[in-house]
C-alpha cells in the first residue's frame, strides 16, 4: 500500500473503533469525549480531501461549540444514578440487526458505484492558485446564496426557540 | 490515490453504528450524539464526492449541514431540558406521558 492508503488505513480503523466507542460507553461524558476525539480525526480527513476551510469549521463548530453544549446538558441534568443502571433498551438486539443489515446493503450498493459524471472546474490546482475559502466564498455567495439566507433564518430560529423552551416561566 | 469507494465504504459503516446507537441506547442524550454521528458520516462521503468530482457544491452541502446540525442541537437539548424538569428522567422507555 502507498502512503495515503496507509494514512487512509489508519483513519477508517481509528474513525469504526471511536465510533464503537460513542455508542457503547456507559457514561455520556466518555462519549462525549471520545466524540470530541472523532471529530478530530474527521477534520483531518477533510485536510486529506483539500477541504481545508471545513477542516477549521468542522473542528471550530462541532468540537467547539456542539459538544460543549452536549457537555453542558450532561453537567446540568444529574445523572449519577443512570450510570449504574444498564444503557441499551430492551430491543438493543434488533437495533444490531437492523444496523449490520443496513451496513452490508450499503457496502454492497458501493461495489456498483460507478462515477461518470463530467468533473467540475475545481480541479485541485484552481482551487490552490484561489484558495480554499476564496473558492467556497465565491460559490456559496453567488450560485448559493438564497440557501445562505434560510440558513441565517434558521439559526435566528434555533435561538429563539432554544431560549423559549428552556425558559422556566414565559409571561 | 485512495479509491473513492473506500470513503464511501467508511461513511457506510459510521453511518450504521449511528442507526445501532440511535435505536439501541435509552440516554435521550446518546440518542442525539448517535444523530450527530450520523449527520457526520453523510458529510465525509459528500466531501469525498465533492473532490473526487472537482465540484464545489458537495462542501457548500456540508456547510448547510452542519449549519442545521448546530440548530438541531440546540433545540434537541432544550427540549430535553424542558422535559427533564418536569418529569426527572432522560430515559426513553420511561419517557411515555402520551402512552395511552
Known amino acids: 500500500m502507498s502512503t495515503p492508503q496507509l494514512f487512509f488505513a489508519y483513519f477508517a480503523v481509528m474513525m469504526t473503533g471511536l465510533s464503537l466507542m460513542v455508542v457503547t460507553r456507559k457514561n455520556p461524558v466518555h462519549s462525549v469525549l471520545y466524540m470530541l476525539i472523532l471529530f478530530a480525526h474527521i477534520a483531518a480527513l477533510y485536510l486529506f480531501l483539500n477541504a481545508e476551510f471545513l477542516a477549521a469549521i468542522q473542528i471550530i463548530i462541532y468540537a467547539g461549540a456542539i459538544l460543549v453544549l452536549f457537555l453542558f446538558v450532561i453537567m446540568m441534568l444529574n445523572l449519577r444514578k443512570e450510570e449504574t443502571e444498564k444503557r441499551f433498551q430492551k430491543q438493543w438486539p434488533l437495533g444490531i440487526g437492523i444496523g449490520v443489515v443496513l451496513a452490508v446493503f450499503l457496502i454492497m450498493i458501493v461495489g456498483k458505484i460507478a462515477v461518470i459524471a463530467p468533473l467540475g472546474p475545481y480541479s485541485i490546482d484552481a482551487v490552490r492558485s484561489d484558495g480554499h475559502i476564496m473558492t467556497v466564498g465565491k460559490v456559496l455567495y453567488s450560485e448559493f446564496l438564497l440557501p445562505f439566507e434560510i440558513a441565517s433564518l434558521i439559526l435566528l430560529v434555533a435561538v429563539v426557540g432554544a431560549v423559549v423552551l428552556a425558559k422556566r416561566k414565559i409571561e | ?100
Open chain 2, 1 to 100: 490515490m485512495v479509491p473513492l469507494s473506500w470513503y464511501i465504504l467508511l461513511s457506510a459503516v459510521m453511518f450504521s453504528i449511528g442507526v445501532f446507537g440511535f435505536l439501541s441506547r435509552r440516554n435521550l442524550i446518546l440518542i442525539f450524539l448517535s444523530l450527530e454521528l450520523m449527520l457526520n458520516s453523510v458529510n465525509i462521503s459528500l466531501v469525498a464526492f465533492s473532490h473526487y468530482l472537482q465540484s464545489m457544491r458537495g462542501q457548500i452541502l456540508v456547510f448547510f449541514i452542519i449549519t442545521v446540525a448546530a440548530a438541531e442541537a440546540a433545540i434537541g437539548l432544550a427540549i430535553l431540558i424542558a422535559f427533564y424538569r418536569n418529569n426527572p428522567t432522560i430515559k426513553v422507555d420511561e419517557i411515555n406521558l402520551m402512552k395511552g
